[in-house]
């Protein structure tokens, strides 16, 4: 049972824009930055979003993020099937004294 | 290039130890906080510990306290993880991963596999 929550998969279509989302408490996404990572099968995961919103250099501008209260958002525009992977989010948790992932939401683009 | 080179895995009956290396090359190892981060087998990442940048703080996963400890040489630009009582559910890849920023994991190492069983 991860930390954070999020939907185990999702899907689009290319073109279209998707959202996931990922859901956590006050006591981590409610005081600390938001991350995003993306996963392909067999491969090391790969910084896509930090600080809620920021992306690393190389990262498309077609990936957006977002947070509000105890929730955080990210989105991908103009679709294409080299998206699907897994992504997940990630945050600081003070209770817990260290970084806590959520379980992971598996994206197919149909 | 920021390189970070895992070794040490392999299969490990119940019970028993290992001990993982993570190499480091392309930056400036003691300026950041150094992690290990594991996936089980279809399942989905998990952190295990962290380590400040010199050492002098550590914390761990509440499954793997008392049993995994992490440390690392910054002459040596190395971090390491021992682990001890292994258990079937640390069988897991585990990655080397840095962090410039609370969970924000910049760069990661290929991964290598820790195999618990019989």
């Known amino acids: 049972q991860s930390v954070l929550t999020q939907p185990p998969s999702t899907s689009g279509t290319p073109g279209q824009k998707v959202t996931m989302s990922c859901s956590g408490s006050?006591?981590?996404?409610?005081?600390?930055?938001v991350c995003w990572y993306q996963q392909f099968p067999g491969t090391a995961p790969k910084l896509l979003i930090y600080?809620?919103?920021e992306r690393p250099s190389g990262v498309p501008d077609r990936f957006s993020g977002s947070k509000s209260g105890t929730s955080a958002s990210l989105a991908i525009s103009g679709l294409r099937s080299e998206d699907e992977a897994d992504y997940y989010c990630?945050?600081?948790?003070?209770?817990?004294?260290?970084?806590?992932f959520g379980g992971g939401t598996e994206l197919t683009v149909l | 290039e920021v390189q970070l080179v895992e070794s040490g895995g392999g299969l490990v009956q119940p019970g028993g130890s290992l001990r993982l290396s993570c190499a480091a090359s392309?930056?400036?190892?003691?300026?950041?906080?150094m992690n290990w981060v594991r996936q089980a087998p279809g399942k989905g990442l998990e952190w295990v510990a962290y380590?400040?940048?010199?050492?002098?703080?550590?914390n761990y996963v509440d499954s793997v306290k008392g049993r995994f400890r992490i440390s690392r040489d910054n002459a040596r630009n190395s971090l390491y993880l021992q682990m001890n009582s292994l258990r079937a559910e640390d069988t897991a890849v585990y990655y080397c991963?840095?962090?410039?920023?609370?969970?924000?994991?910049?760069?990661w190492g290929q991964g290598i596999l820790v195999t618990v069983s019989s």
């Open positions: 991963a840095t962090e410039n920023g609370l969970a924000r994991f910049d760069s």
């Open positions: 392309g930056f400036r190892f003691n300026s950041y906080w």
């Open positions: 380590i400040k940048r010199d050492g002098t703080e550590t």
């Open positions: 006050s006591s981590n996404i409610g005081t600390n930055y």
């Open positions: 600080r809620n919103n």
């Open positions: 990630a945050t600081w948790d003070d209770s817990l004294n260290g970084p806590v």
